[in-house]
């Protein structure tokens, strides 16, 4: 008989029972396998749940375990990909009907890597589609579903690694993040979501992407996990021009040092404009939290962000050039949200484009010059709580805002500008509304200062009022 508890673990407590030959993988996957299959008809989180595969993954690691080839942390972990990251002879649909029937010839890099790591693929996760949404309610493949409450969104648009890893399904997952798509699942979750530095991780096989901002990034239940999974996708891929070869530090390193003498930037501008108030409560004690434990707190201004609403122009653009092949034969396959977004793309003139890029600079060196004077910044990681799937709007700040299509930004606004900007950001939980739904706490580091935010993350992680809560689907066997 399996073993269910074993879902709930994490990572790092798991990693050393399989070297040890106390857990093996093929028990693991079954256990993640069975809380997969009880899971699915509520929360709809894969596209395409791969028991098969994932069985015989695990019996090959197994059997490599055996022979004494141990291949690290996530030896024998099943995780989930999100279903725009290629996987070889595997259907990646990005969500969309236009590409139901597509299947790769090859993996993405990151999905390679996992592999030599020893990491079992448990399934391609749903989301929006085209990853073009903060809801992950798709037209095509239906809505995903918060375990928090199944009434509401997990976020998007990896909303099916939000969820899986929130409900013990898969002990993380990979998903991509042009404005928020990993950290908004996070926060609406109730995890932890990185987007790391532009170019730290290899964007190749990700498909239908932006040119200008994505990346590929980790959904996991602690900060630690965060790290062991960055510690495997991390790294300079020689057919990706947009990788950076820097060197790849121990990112669990600095795990448990003290936060004494660091600083924390909070923005007096922008992010804590719009909230509501359970979100700001939440957050404000979350940096009460960090004050004591030595973190001193500096206000610190990013007069640019004023003019962040022009970069989306840029992003409009962008997603007309990268859909055009489709729109020219496969019009009819898009949902109308997608469509209309896109296509407005067209209406973009050189003249904008180019006055976006120049917003983008400015605001680049905004963070810069603020990041010189304190260590990090602490920002939320969403105004609001995650609302209902039936939902259409919100009410934030006394105004009206759609939730989808033209002016549902809003529900970015918090974490879209580190995709401009490519600083190092995530969400780690701090809290919960009086209903029960997660809150989380934004943090943006330097470039390349990973290490730094997981030390902040974790040392946070220890006193948060979320540490150790689970949704209560999640144990319900």
Same mark, same amino acid.
């Given at each position: ?322 859909? @055009? ?135 946070? @992680? ?16």
């Amino acid at each position: 008989m399996t073993d269910m508890s074993l879902v709930t673990m994490s990572i790092a407590e798991l990693a050393p029972k399989i070297k040890a030959r106390a857990i093996s993988p093929v028990e693991l996957t079954e256990a993640a396998l069975a809380q997969a299959e009880r899971l699915q008809p509520l929360l709809n989180s894969f596209i395409s749940l791969l028991p098969e595969q994932a069985r015989q993954q695990a019996r090959e690691q197994e059997a490599a375990l055996m022979r004494g080839d141990y291949r690290g942390p996530l030896h024998g972990i099943p995780i989930g990909i999100k279903d725009n990251i290629a996987t070889a002879g595997i259907r990646s649909t990005v969500g969309s009907k236009v590409l139901r029937d597509h299947v790769p010839s090859e993996d993405a890099y990151v999905v390679s890597r996992c592999k030599a790591a020893g990491a079992i693929m448990l399934g391609k996760e749903n989301l929006e589609e085209f990853a073009a949404g903060s809801t992950s309610n798709n037209l095509h493949y239906g809505a995903v579903h918060n375990p928090w409450n199944l009434a509401h969104i997990p976020g998007g648009s990896s909303g099916g690694g939000g969820a899986n890893v929130a409900a013990c399904v898969t002990f993380a997952s990979l998903g991509t993040d042009l404005g928020g798509s990993v950290r908004g699942p996070a926060n609406f979750c109730g995890v932890v979501g990185l987007k790391q530095t532009y170019g730290r991780v290899s964007q190749r096989g990700l498909m239908i992407t932006s040119f200008n901002g994505d990346h590929i990034g980790p959904i996991t239940r602690s900060v630690r996990d965060s790290a062991l999974m960055l510690q495997v996708i991390a790294g300079y891929d020689p057919l990706d021009p947009s990788t950076v070869p820097v060197p790849v530090p121990d990112f669990s390193a600095r795990l448990g040092q003290d936060l004494h003498g660091l600083t924390m930037g909070i923005p007096s501008n922008y992010y804590f404009d719009l909230l509501s108030p359970e979100v700001e409560a939440a957050v404000q004690q979350a940096i009460a939290a960090l004050q004591d434990l030595g973190v001193e707190l500096r206000e610190v201004t990013l007069p640019s962000m004023q003019y962040a609403g022009a970069l989306r122009i840029a992003a409009m653009a962008d997603g007309l050039v990268v859909h @055009e092949p489709y729109l020219t034969t496969q019009r009819q396959d898009y949902g109308p949200t997608v469509l209309y977004r896109t296509l407005a793309g067209q209406f973009v003139l050189g003249r904008d484009y180019a006055k976006a890029l120049k917003v983008q600079r400015l605001i680049k060196e905004d963070y810069a010059r603020v990041l010189q004077e304190v260590d990090f910044l602490v920002t939320p990681s969403a105004p609001v709580a995650a609302w209902r799937i039936d939902q259409d709007h919100l009410v934030v700040g006394g105004e009206t805002y759609p939730v989808r299509g033209p002016g549902s930004g809003v529900t970015a606004r918090c974490t879209s500008p580190s995709n401009a900007t490519g600083l190092p950001a995530m969400s780690i939980p701090c809290g919960f509304t009086p209903a029960g739904l997660p809150i989380g706490l934004q943090l943006i580091g330097r470039p390349f200062a990973e290490d730094l935010l997981f030390q902040v993350a974790h040392g946070y @992680e220890a006193v948060s009022p979320s540490r150790q809560q689970r949704p209560a689907l999640a144990t319900a066997w």
